[in-house]
C-alpha cells in the first residue's frame, strides 16, 4: 500500500519561503516519477514541478523561485518555495507517478501567501 504523508505548509507572507516535504511509503520510489501539484480555490488542479532521476521540470510561473529534490534513500520529495506571492496560495499535493498509468497522491497541504 502506497501513503504519500505532506508536510511544511502553512502561512507566510509574500516575498518569503516555506519548504515542504512529501514521504512516500510501501514501495521503492527511486525509479518513478515525483512531482508537485497544487489546487488554488475554484481552479483546477495544476502542475508544479517534478523530478524524475536526476531531471527536473517547472510550472513557468514558479521558475527561478522554487526547486524540486529528492532524497531517494528516505523516499521524500522536497518542494523549496522561495519568493512567494499571494498567487501560489493553494493546497499542494505530492504526486507519484509510476508511468504505467498508475498515480498516486498525497492529502495535501495548505500553503497561503498574506500580502
Known amino acids: 500500500q502506497v501513503h504519500l504523508v505532506e508536510s511544511g505548509g502553512g502561512l507566510v507572507q509574500a516575498g518569503g519561503s516555506l519548504r515542504l516535504s512529501c514521504a512516500a511509503s510501501g514501495r521503492t520510489f527511486s525509479s518513478y516519477t515525483m512531482g508537485w501539484y497544487r489546487q488554488a480555490p475554484g481552479k483546477e488542479r495544476e502542475f508544479v514541478a517534478k523530478m524524475r532521476w536526476t531531471f527536473t521540470y517547472y510550472a513557468d510561473s514558479v521558475k527561478g523561485r522554487f526547486t524540486i529534490s529528492r532524497d531517494n534513500a528516505k523516499n521524500t520529495v522536497y518542494l523549496q518555495m522561495n519568493s512567494l506571492k499571494p498567487e501560489d496560495t493553494a493546497i499542494y499535493y505530492c504526486?507519484?507517478?509510476?508511468?504505467?498509468?498508475?498515480?498516486?497522491w498525497g492529502q495535501g497541504t495548505q500553503v497561503t501567501v498574506s500580502s
Open positions: 504526486n507519484v507517478d509510476t508511468g504505467a498509468g498508475v498515480d498516486y
